[in-house]
């Protein structure tokens, strides 16, 4: 007996190793259930954080757009008259968000709202010596941008640099264009305007068309190219939360009246997948969850039946009702925690063999495994709670025990 | 207020089960008995007479439904809970007629117990006592057995050593030989009577064996939950 162990402490590994069997056991149950919350909880934090770098790094989390043109009728059919039978459609021309610096400052003051980044983007040509090809030129302010869209992260030659007379294109429009970082490209606007730029650097966004058509200005330059200038076409905003996004963005719209599409509307299957998959995790974490609490629960309530005798002689002894009942919570978030140990040991370790064992068919790993070191401690710590509440009803019923009925059997 | 030298009292005892229900039972009837510091007192009668529902009383293990027991002084009435736990882990120890020992540990932990309970932590001290206990009894050989791995009379005589522990007044022993030979219910006997006199511990002993209720100081019978003192006819 250690001298720094205190009387519970000793009862009650005493009584889980003398029990070994049954210890064994119900430790395997709960390491096995804690293994798959671990495995499972690590594979899909790691899966959705890939897929939500890509997207939320490649699209603003929230964006803002000026309204769609509409054609109105000038007015309404009187008594008597044929209304009209035809409108029109009408074109969408590139236009400017309606005060948009006012805009900008509201939303830079809201807290929730990490990032404001106007910009303007159109169509135009890029053209150099006989070759054309029909690009969308988004012309941006690089110091925030580049904090809602990670261009940087994609650059593979050349920098970053979007001054007045700079462009960065994709690889894709570099190899169709025969152009290298240094070497100029004319780009035309539908308007008539045109520029020669300076290729200075190539990004590679992972995506054939989006290399092939993806093009960065500095701001000044697309509004000067589109005829607007001092106009954006769109404003581009990242957020704390982005889970938050939708409801981020129809305060936006209700406040600034422009209209406001979040990535969770414009990828709305995506979403969707991604909070199924979040609601049947936990799912699966909560009945697992239950089945180890009731697990450690049936086992305790064996073990107090089988010791009530030994409990009958503690208290007899002059043991009282609150140490027996610690003795038996001890023992349930001991299991609890040993449990937990394991199974957070044989789920990570699993994953990890998991991760190595699949490749993709280029032998390159399916995705960046995500490991937070808080996953095992919140899971080692929830499953040793656990294990405390679990016990809290054999050990009531343990404590409530009368000695002389307990001792005569 | 009982006499400095009177451990035990007991005034006008009874006991009911099932209270306020058809099968209502009296089991103790108006019971008066007083026990000197240092008896040892034999209690005998027949089975289902009261005798174990008398010891468990005496044992603050049940509480009388009327009347008022002492113990060492104190009126137990009405003591909470927690003080009846600390009173009789103080004052009363108990022997079985099954040892009870815990099989989780060994000799030497047993009698450790009521000691640990007490204090929270092991120390030196207690094991020191637990030692010196289990020697006069003549098992410091076995004192890291566990309690399953000896025999019928060890195990008994472990109990009386943890009976001991905590130096108690009164020891109440129900039965504790009833489940030994012949010679290891000598010994154990014995060994309680030789504690007796050397420790001036009071022992309330139930027994059939009327063997064994001669060699008490004092005798006491109960039968139909009344207490009648008398001499054993041989």
């Not at chain 1, 152009?179 to 200075?200: D, F, P, Q, W, Y």
């Not at chain 1, 769109?234 to 889970?243: A, R």
């Amino acid at each position: 007996m250690n001298k720094l162990v205190p009387f519970e402490w000793i009862t009650a590994l005493r009584f889980l190793k003398e029990g070994r069997m049954q210890t064994i056991f119900i430790v395997v149950a709960v390491a096995i259930g804690v293994a798959v919350i671990v495995f499972m909880s690590a594979l899909l934090a790691s899966l959705q954080a890939n897929f939500l770098k890509r997207v939320l790094t490649s699209q603003p989390h929230i964006q803002l757009i000026p309204p769609d043109e509409v054609a109105r009728v000038l007015r309404k059919p009187q008594e008597g008259e044929v209304a009209v039978a035809i409108v029109q459609r009408p074109v969408q021309r590139i236009r400017s968000i309606d005060q948009w610096q006012k805009v900008r400052s509201e939303l830079t003051r809201w807290s929730e709202i990490t990032n404001v980044s106007p910009s303007m983007s159109g169509s135009a040509l890029g053209v150099r010596g006989a070759a054309s090809r029909s690009i969308v030129v988004t012309g941006i302010d690089p110091n925030v941008y580049f904090n809602v869209v990670r261009i940087p992260d994609y650059l593979v030659a050349g920098q970053v640099r979007v001054l007045t007379d700079d462009i960065l294109v994709g690889t894709e429009l570099a190899k169709d264009l025969g152009v290298n970082v240094g070497e100029k490209i004319i780009v035309s606007s539908a308007t008539g305007a045109s520029r020669v730029l300076t290729v200075s650097g190539i990004f590679d966004l992972g995506n054939k068309s989006a290399n092939q058509r993806s093009t960065f200005v500095a701001l000044r330059t697309a509004q000067a190219l589109f005829g607007l200038v001092g106009g954006v076409t769109s404003i581009d905003l990242t957020v704390t939360d982005p889970y938050e996004a939708e409801t981020i963005a129809q305060r936006v719209q209700a406040v600034t009246g422009v209209e406001a599409d979040s990535w969770i509307k414009t990828n709305a299957q995506f979403f969707t997948a991604v909070s199924a998959q979040q609601t049947s995790n936990t799912l699966i974490r909560v009945f697992v969850g239950l089945s180890v609490a009731f697990g450690i629960a049936s086992v305790l309530v064996v073990s107090v039946i089988q010791r009530s005798k030994d409990i009958g002689i503690l208290r007899a002894m002059g043991t009282s009702k609150e140490q027996i009942l610690r003795v038996l919570l001890i023992q349930g978030g001991l299991l609890g925690f040993l449990g937990s140990l394991f199974g957070a040991v044989i789920g990570g370790g699993g994953l990890f063999f998991w991760h190595g064992y699949m490749r993709q068919a280029d032998g390159s790993e399916l995705f960046p495994l995500v490991l937070e070191p808080s996953l095992f401690a919140v899971a080692v710590l929830l499953a040793a709670v656990t294990g405390v509440a679990a016990a809290a009803v054999p050990a009531l019923r343990a404590a409530r025990l009368d000695p002389v009925v307990a001792i005569r059997g | 207020m009982a006499e400095t030298n009177e451990v035990l009292r007991l005034e006008k005892v009874s006991k009911r089960y099932n209270v306020g229900t058809p099968v209502e039972v009296e089991v103790l009837h108006d019971i008066d008995l007083s026990v000197q510091r240092g008896e040892f007192v034999a209690v005998i009668g027949p089975s289902g007479s009261g005798k174990s529902t008398l010891l468990n009383i005496i044992g603050l293990l049940d509480r009388p439904t009327r009347g008022k027991l002492y113990v060492e002084g104190h009126e137990t009435s009405r003591l909470g809970d927690d003080a009846i736990t600390r009173l009789r882990g103080h004052s009363i120890g108990f022997v079985f007629q099954y040892h009870y020992l815990i099989s989780a540990f060994t000799a030497l932990e047993n009698v450790m117990m009521p000691l640990l309970a007490e204090r929270g932590f092991p120390n030196d001290t207690m094991r020191a006592r637990a030692h010196t206990l289990l020697d006069q009894l003549g098992l410091a050989r076995w004192e890291n057995n566990l309690a399953n791995n000896m025999s019928g009379g060890q195990q008994q005589r472990v109990a009386i050593a943890r009976a001991l522990a905590m130096n108690p007044a009164i020891i109440l022993a129900d039965e504790p030989t009833g489940n030994l030979d012949t010679k290891s219910a000598d010994q154990v006997f014995e060994m309680m009577r030789e504690v007796n006199r050397r420790n001036g511990t009071t022992f309330l002993l139930v027994t059939h064996n009327l063997d064994i209720a001669q060699r008490c100081d004092r005798v006491v019978e109960v039968i139909d939950g009344r207490v009648r003192e008398g001499k054993v006819a041989a």
